[in-house]
């Protein structure tokens, strides 16, 4: 089995006074964390990322395969993250989370979904988009 894995961080740029970069006040985003994964000519694109905003936040991780989901895993965060104490932790959950994924992959522990769960995760996925959009051009 060959491996290969590629790390890259997006970084972005506005941060708000507690170090959340942010469109709003209330939005949260944070750089998240994107990996290609070769194994044996099967290249999996691992991507998590922040969603929510500062008092509902929540974690998804998206398994990519040929430009298809195969896979999200989505944690939701108890509570706001409305301290230095809770971000911190809240980071660590994002990179343990998509660490994680990435262990199953390569231990052949991970389970891909269905085709019916993976067509209305993309469709989720698109709906989730059009709204952020939608609110973006009206702000």
């Not at 990322?49 to 896979?71: A, C």
Request: net charge negative.
């Amino acid at each position: 089995m060959s491996l290969s894995i590629y790390l890259a961080k997006f970084e972005c740029m506005e941060y708000n006074l507690n170090g959340m970069a942010a469109a709003s006040e209330k939005r949260m985003l944070l750089p998240g964390h994107n990996d290609n994964i070769d194994i044996e000519g099967e290249v999996y694109h691992v991507q998590s990322e922040t969603r929510g905003d500062v008092d509902s936040p929540y974690i998804v991780t998206l398994v990519f395969i040929g430009g298809s989901i195969v896979y999200r895993r989505k944690t939701e965060w108890l509570g706001a993250v409305d301290s230095d104490e809770a971000l911190t932790q809240f980071k660590q959950l994002l990179r343990d989370q998509h660490f994680s994924v990435i262990a199953e992959i390569q231990d052949n522990t991970f389970k891909r979904v269905s085709i019916e769960e993976q067509r209305r995760i993309e469709m989720d996925e698109r709906e989730l988009i059009a709204r952020f959009l939608d609110e973006w051009a009206s702000e």
